[in-house]
């Protein structure tokens, strides 16, 4: 479990930064109820990678779904266009795909 301005949270897309304002995770926060279409995917973990990014672009055709092997770094900026899908080593979707 993560806090998140001093609450905890279950929601693994909030990233924490010291040096960040209230105000820059509050436009985060913002960011995710504008984005058009569907914004998150809980029913494709455990699916295959490649299906679930299939999955995900049929879906919602606003965003290229990515897939990424865990531990990869990856920008943290937020972005309406992209999902990641991050599998492990059996090509397993490990989280649950969100935009961002």
């Known amino acids: 479990m993560k806090l998140f301005l001093g609450i905890p949270t279950r929601n693994p897309s909030v990233y924490i930064n010291p040096h960040h304002t209230l105000k820059q995770y509050h436009r985060r926060a913002k960011m995710a109820f504008i984005c058009e279409g569907k914004n998150s995917w ?36 937020f972005r309406c266009d992209r999902v990641w899908v991050w599998v492990n080593d059996e090509e397993e979707v490990v989280k649950e795909p969100k935009i961002g």
């Open 42 to 77: 809980p029913e494709l973990v455990g699916a295959d990678g490649d299906v679930a990014a299939a999955t995900i672009e049929c879906e919602n055709s606003n965003v290229n779904a990515i897939v990424v092997l865990e531990g990869t770094s990856v920008p943290l900026d």
